[in-house]
């Protein structure tokens, strides 16, 4: 059933409180069928895109094709009377002093801003308005119910601004999420990293990668055609080959990249060890610069995993506290152990702490390291050692200080500015991090999510399988790089994948 137009026309006044009829009388008294809209008929969406509760200014955003008619029934230029100014179109793209009003009565709601984005130049690619009020949650509420009784608008779901910005070809896939990872970007290394996805850097080198593959499929697709002679010159395989050794190479590059990206835009996960008492809590507490952990000189004290997410020199680290590793018989002590051991395996970086006065043995003028035995089997080349507690040690000679090695007392404080720094220079130097400004675009991080990760090993596998594919299975080969073509499309949506989209858009928030 069609809806009836000549609704249309009719004052908005005129429609009950709630915007759903199914009928309605117009200025002559005469009944007039309306039918109810659903959500799919209701395309222009709305919802609040700042964060609720009390602040200077609040932006409302609706979109959709009956934003314009939004406007015209809530927003009033200042100085124009009851009644007037209803046939309000403002100038796009700028900002106007308004009184937002209710649609129906006129009341005004509040004095604010309004800017009309005339589509396809806005955000969703549609017509989109944004009302700019104070951020009270009474104001917040009334425009919001001000909106409901337009019939043609229905609140958003959650990212469905962007995912109109998506379908209207203003987004990719990659800028989407690098959109998302910006929003929730905690450090200045995220926050480098969402800013360059978002502008568009990742889809940039990944469509040079799926032109790589075109490229070479052409070639090969031209032998199909028209095969070896007079048309075609000789070599033409062997070039879609020298082609596609070089991708492969590339990608395997992208591949074995020790998770830098993702562990940028995610967080390293740093585990801190050690036997009891030798000050893992006291650590925990300085880098975050409170009371987070229980503190006392009884051994034990601590039994299960305390996680922090911190800010280490620009870098997003996600800090575990563990107990102390010792053999015991008390049960919930011995678990906690366990768990400790397990955090340790599993974490990107170990920092086991040692209490200096216990380990350190003064022979022949300097200091030799006597690892304890309870913690030796979780040390290895690339664990990191504290030694805590050097304002104990009687001995001035210089304290063993190597790239992985430091000492100080976090009791006192003394060397502990040191070791911050060295640690966090440590970090960047293991992950690559934090070296934008002397990277070209190519040796900057690709990869920022697992998805990236998979596409980019499904597209490896198709590409050694062309490469393994001899040349009289041109038709088979042919297939394979289509594949790999596809796979690379995935990653920036350019290959509609439903469930894809979902699990990308579901993590926004409402008004985004």
Known sequence: MALNTASRSLELQDLPVTGYTDSVSDADGRSTSVLVYSDAQRRTIYALSTPPGKAGVAVIRISGPEAMDVCRGMVKPQGSGKGKGREYDPEPWKMHRCSVVHPRTEEI??????????????????????????SGRAIISSVLNAISFFPFCRPAERGEFTRRAFEGGRLDLTQVEGLRDLIEAETESQRKLALRTAAGATRTRLEQLRNEIIQSLALVEALIDFGEGEDIEEGVYELARDRVIKLRDTILQHLCDNRRGEIMRSGIRLAIFGPPNAGKSSLLNFLAQREAAIVTPVPGTTRDIIELSLDIGGLPIIVADTAGLRKTDDLVESIGVERARQVVETSDISLCVLPAPDVLVYEEGRWKLEMPPSVAALVNDGTFVLLNKIDLLRSSVALPQTQLTWACSLSTGERTDLFIEHL??????????????????????????????????????????????????????????????QAIGKISGLIDVEDILDAVFRDFCIGK
């Open 424 to 485: 966090g220079e440590a970090l960047q130097q293991r992950y690559n991090l934090l070296t934008e400004n002397g990277e070209t675009a190519e040796q900057q991080p690709l990869i920022t999510h697992s998805r990236h990760r998979a596409h980019l090993e499904t597209a490896l596998r198709f590409l050694e399988a062309f490469l393994d594919t001899p040349p009289e299975d041109v038709i088979l080969a042919a297939e394979e790089l289509r594949y790999a073509a």
């Open 109 to 134: 709601l509040d004095d604010g801003l309004a800017v009309f984005f005339k589509g396809p130049k806005s955000f969703t690619a549609e017509d989109v308005l944004e009302l700019h009020v104070h």
